[in-house]
């Protein structure tokens, strides 16, 4: 098949003017209003009911009339004789006289002859008669029928989406169905390589993120996901799923099979069927969109990566649906910041994702094919075609996704388990980027991180301070952290007693730039020059030396999906795991922290935790604190 080439792509502007002409006509149906969260009112919701139905008090006291208290001072008190007791959801008829008074609870309603109420606080009852402290006015502490809603009140327009104040203004008023817009988005998953989560993960297979991503973003916008599943490469089935979408929802999406590959031929199908309005937009990520109208039907091919599909959701998908229920978006919550490091553009508009700290921008871009780009960005900001580099300390603007908190902290480097108790402990949110502690010291160097986590030994013993030196980092202080036992990891029985066993077995080793894979390498050595032999060469005889795995724990699954023999990792993340473990070393895992971030309350809370009593004694096993922990070592300016 003929492959699709993208000579002529739409520009952004255009195509935004494209999707804000694209509007369809939503149905309407009735709901409970227990589930209208996130639903378009698509009428005006009047008030049966007066709210309050009836005058009620608002404090609990007695009720009374007002000019029985006119004479009543703290030296000389009114005495009123008590003649009943009101609860709330009372509905008794009870009257007051002159000289009477009813003791009454917040809520109840108001006796027949009583204009006011005066509070408990300001009287003294003693067996049938309250003595009165202080005068009140006529309607003091009385909420009076229908002066919170009014019987024929418009309580909710039109359009509104429906949140839990609207929830609670429904029942308040006893609205039990709600007249909602009902707009109907069909959503298709193509592909050859995807399966349902939860399904076996077998070579070659990913699970359909996308699927499940969109639906999300089609409810946040206040319309009905309906998904049709997997669709594998294969025309007549992508036609058939196609028309059934077409025929029962309102706007269709299918994400994956609309770029330039030769198995890539929804976008084909779509044309055959209807109109192609755009083929290929001018913006990175999600260049290969294509946008159709199919039996008037808009009908939107989103490219398969995940990152690409939630972006140009956002930025061309959602406009259709708001302008469709008549709303205005709820995500496009927008902020100003600085950038915390520079970036540079590919020359094409970009969407481009971001984390936000404390007011600064840091890129939270890693590829369009992985969904953790956006799990871990804020929001985004749109960089134009003709910038090529935005410098650090640029004032941005990050238009914010819906439901994002911004982090206290961010922490790049090695993957451990005692910064998850850390964040636990010290109830900060704290942005943790497991790539290793080389990639630790490279945020650390070009300020896009707080905290870097490190255990990288020198070429002497000592840890992470000769790697500091060597970088020539100054702005930096390294603050001593906690020692870990690390050694081999393997299943039980296998048979596994000294790091010499490691050739004929399959290693699952950490990925190059971790410090623990360099302590391997150190610990390799040392066993290297006892046989008298090169660390290359004993190397080679380690099958999958290679290999590089991101985390301790993902070093344990491969050996507990025995895809690997045995790891060298932490023992606190074998014991977790259930498999064996046999001590080699111990390491010391550091954190490198920036010094204009040293005196803000986060930083301050996280050292406070790093040295206290407690954090030592929850620290999981083969972790420990030492005399050195908490211990800051500042370094000259150069």
Not at 87 to 96: E, K, Y
Not at 191 to 217: H, M, V
Not at 231 to 237: Q, R
Request: aromatic letters at 6%.
């Amino acid at each position: 098949m003929e492959r699709k080439e993208f000579r002529e792509l739409t520009p952004v502007e255009d195509a935004r003017k494209l999707v804000s002409r694209i509007k369809v006509l939503p149905g309407i149906e009735y709901i409970n209003v227990g589930n209208a969260v996130g639903r378009i009112l698509a009428e005006d919701v009047l008030s049966g009911v007066d709210v309050p139905a009836f005058n009620r008090s608002v404090k609990d006291g007695y009720a009374l009339r007002a000019k029985d208290t006119y004479k009543a001072t703290e030296p000389e008190p009114v005495a009123l004789r008590l003649t009943a007791s009101i609860p709330a959801g009372c509905a008794d008829r009870f009257f007051v006289n002159d000289g009477e008074t009813i003791e009454i609870s917040t809520g109840a309603p108001i006796p027949e002859g009583a204009d006011a109420v005066i509070m408990v606080e300001q009287t003294k009852q003693t067996e049938d008669t309250v003595l009165i402290y202080q005068p009140v006015h006529i309607a003091e502490n009385i909420m009076r029928a229908g002066s919170d809603i009014m019987k024929g009140e418009r309580v909710l327009r039109k359009n509104t989406r429906i949140g839990s104040r609207e929830i609670g203004v429904l029942a308040s008023i006893g609205k039990m169905e709600v007249p909602v817009k009902k707009l109907i988005v069909g959503i298709i998953s193509t592909g050859d390589e995807l399966i349902e989560p939860g399904e076996e993960l077998k070579p070659g297979k990913i699970f359909d993120a996308n699927s499940y991503a969109i639906a999300a973003n089609v409810e946040e916008c206040g319309a009905i996901p309906r998904m049709y599943g997997i669709v594998p490469d294969e025309g007549k089935l992508m036609e058939e799923a196609l028309d059934r979408a077409i025929n029962e929802c309102n706007i269709v999406l299918t994400s994956g099979s609309t770029s330039a590959g030769i198995g890539d031929i929804m976008y084909r199908i779509i044309e055959d069927k209807g109109e192609t309005l755009t083929h290929g937009i001018a913006i990175k990520p999600g260049k290969p969109v294509v946008i159709g109208m199919i039996n008037g039907v808009p009908t939107i091919g989103l490219p398969g990566n995940p990152t690409s599909a939630l972006s140009i959701f956002n930025e061309f998908v959602a406009p259709i649906i708001y302008n469709s229920l008549g709303v205005a978006p709820s995500f496009k919550t927008k902020v100003a910041a600085v950038m915390g490091t520079g970036i540079r553009s590919g020359g094409r508009e970009e969407l481009f994702p971001v984390g936000v700290v404390r007011g600064r921008a840091y890129p939270a871009d890693k590829t369009s094919g992985a969904i953790t780009t956006l799990a871990d960005a804020d929001g985004i900001i749109e960089i134009k075609a003709q910038t090529e580099y935005i410098e650090a300390g640029s004032p941005v603007e990050v238009t914010m996704f819906g439901n994002a908190r911004s982090p206290d902290l961010m922490f790049v480097g090695g993957q451990c388990p005692g910064v998850d108790l850390l964040e636990d402990m010290t109830g900060k949110m704290i942005r943790t980027l497991n790539m290793g502690s080389s990639a630790g010291f490279t945020a650390i160097a070009g300020g896009t991180t707080d905290i870097a986590g490190v255990n990288m030994p020198g070429a002497e013993g000592e840890y992470n301070l000769p790697v500091i030196m060597k970088m020539g980092l100054t702005r930096v202080v390294l603050v001593k952290g906690y020692r870990r036992e690390l050694g081999l990891i393997f299943r039980p029985g296998k048979g596994v007693a000294e790091l010499g066993d490691l050739p004929g077995l399959r290693l699952i080793n950490r990925n190059r730039g971790s410090g623990t894979r360099a302590i391997l390498d150190m610990e390799i050595g040392r066993l290297a020059a006892q046989k008298g032999i090169s660390r290359a060469e004993l190397t080679k005889t380690i099958e999958g030396y290679n290999s590089g795995s991101k985390t301790h724990r993902s070093v344990c699954d491969a050996i507990k999906d025995e895809r690997a023999d045995v790891g060298f990792g932490l023992k606190a993340a074998a014991e977790e795991a259930g498999l064996a473990f046999i001590p080699v070393t111990e390491d010391e895992f550091d954190f490198v922290i920036r010094k204009d971030v040293m005196d803000t309350p986060e930083i301050k809370s996280f050292l406070s935790v790093l040295s206290s009593h407690e954090f030592s004694e929850r620290l999981p096993a083969g972790l420990r604190t030492y005399e050195r922990t908490g211990e800051t070592i500042s370094l000259p300016e150069m």
